[in-house]
Nanobody, 124 residues
Framework: QLQASGGGLVQAGGSLRLSCAAS????????IGWFRQAPGKEREGVSC????????SYGDSVKGRFTISSDSAKNTVYLQMHSLKPEDTAVYYC???????????????????WGKGTQVTVSS
């Protein structure tokens, strides 16, 4: 099970940190990805991390602004978001897939498990 939290309303240029808490499995065996979907738009991959080897990947639209990290002790993945823009407004989801299913490579895709989303709204 995955539980995303930390969304909210923030002004443009502000920051938020999203959390994805996993239960029932160890993050070290999985790749965890953040995805987002804005109204009327397709779901977009934001970032992905493999806790076992520290590999990370980012979508072009968030590179340099977002940072993904993991805390194995807390079985939680974080997405630190800085310099937020109105176009970052979306529902953000975290998802998991056994890392071997990706061939031990990133980015994440065809995720097996999805959590409920958390809304991020950036006002201009």
């Amino acid at each position: 099970q995955l539980q995303a939290s930390g969304g909210g309303l923030v002004q443009a240029g502000g920051s938020l940190r999203l959390s994805c808490a996993a239960s029932g499995f160890r993050l070290d065996d999985y790749a965890i990805g953040w995805f987002r979907q804005a109204p009327g738009k397709e779901r977009e991959g934001v970032s992905c991390i493999s806790s076992s080897d520290g590999m990370t990947s980012y979508g072009d639209s968030v590179k340099g602004r977002f940072t993904i990290s993991s805390d194995s002790a807390k079985n939680t993945v974080y997405l630190q978001m800085h310099s937020l823009k109105p176009e970052d407004t979306a529902v953000y989801y975290c998802a998991a897939i056994p890392y071997y299913r990706l061939g031990y490579r990133l980015p994440c895709f065809r995720m097996d498990y999805w959590g409920k989303g958390t809304q991020v709204t950036v006002s201009s």
